[in-house]
């Protein structure tokens, strides 16, 4: 069902269940489907790396010959950062904790829209993240904020966590959830806030079908 090239752009909060509606949608659109989020937990993986304490100076030098790769082959992404297949490595409660700091930094920032704009300059493209309809692709064609209640986003999460073999508890990954979109909505470079210009789609209660044909509706 490939349609025109498309610039589709999807932001929200975290647990909305962007990665995986956007991914599903895209393979039934034939586009390509770039995840921004697991670009700036590359960085943030690559950062940790170095050792705790974490400092701005370390992801600097992470930043610095960092060469981040995204495949999207079936419907799925993997995620390389020179070369090393990190997938996993990125979803780490760790990465979580740290990935905010090192999006809100100006220089990590700058790098990775600008390889952004460039994934997307062919079009046929799904691209999610805080910022893509604000900022990185300001020109999008289908614009759509995504959100749920922050109960439903912690308990995806949760069952997510839990399914991985993680012993958190809801309350916990509620709380980080929390602690994450207020340092993403309040950062002073692209916060995370909805475009004028696109369509809200509140998915509490929604199957994932449901979403991924609301959207498909939207890119007709
Ligand atoms: O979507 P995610 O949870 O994998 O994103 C990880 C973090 O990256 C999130 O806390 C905010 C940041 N991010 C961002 O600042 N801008 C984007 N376009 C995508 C993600």
Known sequence: MRKRNLVVAIDGPAGAG??????????????????????YRAVAWRSLRAGA????????????????????????????????????EI?????????S?????????????????????HGAVLMDGRDIATNVLPNADVKIFLTA??????ARRWKELKEKGYDTSFEEVKSDIAKRDKADSEREIS?????????????????????VAAILKRCE
Do not use: C, H
Request: net charge negative; no cysteine.
């Open 191 to 211: 916060p995370l806030v909805q475009a004028e210009d696109a369509e809200l789609l509140d998915t509490t209660g929604m199957t994932i079908e449901e979403v």
């Open 53 to 88: 304490p974490l400092t701005d100076e370390k992801i600097l030098r992470a930043l610095e010959d960092i060469d981040v790769l995204l495949s999207y082959e079936d419907g799925k992404t993997r995620v390389f950062v020179n070369g090393e297949d990190v997938t996993k």
């Open 149 to 154: 209640s922050i109960e439903e986003r912690a």
């Open 101 to 121: 700091r090192v999006a809100a930094m100006g220089e990590v920032r700058a790098k990775l829209v600008e390889l952004q704009r460039k994934m997307a300059v």
């Open 18 to 39: 962007k990665s995986t509606v956007a991914q599903l949608a895209a393979k039934k659109l034939e586009y390509t489907y770039i995840d921004t989020g697991a670009m």
């Open 91 to 99: 979803r780490t409660p760790e990465v979580s904790a740290v990935v």
